[in-house]
């Protein structure tokens, strides 16, 4: 595979993934912030 | 007026319930793979008169910067009915749809950057007027986001959705720039006879479908993430009052 294509394809998952990660996390941290307030 | 106010709430259902679905979830897994294997088995990987196989960075160049469009443009109609009609649904939806857009942008950026490189024999050209407008949006959704994280109560998000009605100005802009100026690098391909891509339209498709479908997963997830932030507020200042 072309180094540049691999380039460009990595960042594009990369980026993705980090964001999807982080939104995860943040979920997570939020159900149980709720969960500990209403319970 | 109150018809209208029953159709945007409709939509504001039909949305969540879309957005939510089993369909986007998998849609986007199942064209995703499909993308990938068009791309990677099938397209040509010469474009423009350049056989190189970073050629097939192109599929999701153009697939990122599309629903980077479609985002930002969410975020003008989020940040408009908001101001209007107020609704924290709109509001939510306008900033979820501009974090997408900048990340898309990103993408955007760093893709086009890299097949530049394979098609003009240079990662960036200040003289190129889709580049540079591009960039220009791409700053002003970052101060989109700054103005957005710097407000703190109901009446400073108007702020941020005046600034993301006045904004958008610069998307059509970037997206009619080979059109409304001389292009250098960037020539106009759609509609276009005189310029020979070479751009599967099947890969091509299905990755804007792909990258559409995430972006509707992603929209979801981001509104939820408003949702439940909205939740603990709200649980937070119940607590205190009791």
Redesign the interface.
Known sequence: ?????L???T??FV??FA??VR??R??AQ??K??DD??G | MPRLSRVLGRLTRVLHTVMRSRVVKWGTLVSGVASLVLVFGFASEAMYGVR???N??AY??IS?AWSSAVALSATFVGSALYLRYGGRFWNRLAHSAGELGF?FA??TL??GS??G??IWNSWWEWSDVRLVTFLIVWFIYAGYLAVYAATENSSDEKYASVYGVVGFVTVPVSYMATRLWTPTFHTTTVGNPEVEANIDPLALVVSIVAVML?YAY?MS??I??HE??D??LL??EA?RRH
Request: hydrophobic share 60%; aromatic share 8%; glycine share 4%.
């Open positions: 595979m072309e180094p540049l294509l380039l460009g394809y960042a594009i980026l993705l964001y999807v939104l995860q943040r979920l939020l159900r912030q709720v307030l209403n | 190189n196989g970073a097939l960075i999701w160049h990122v990340l990103t993408m760093i893709t890299i097949w490189k394979v995430l992603l997830v981001r939820e993430l439940l932030e939740k603990v649980a937070q607590r």
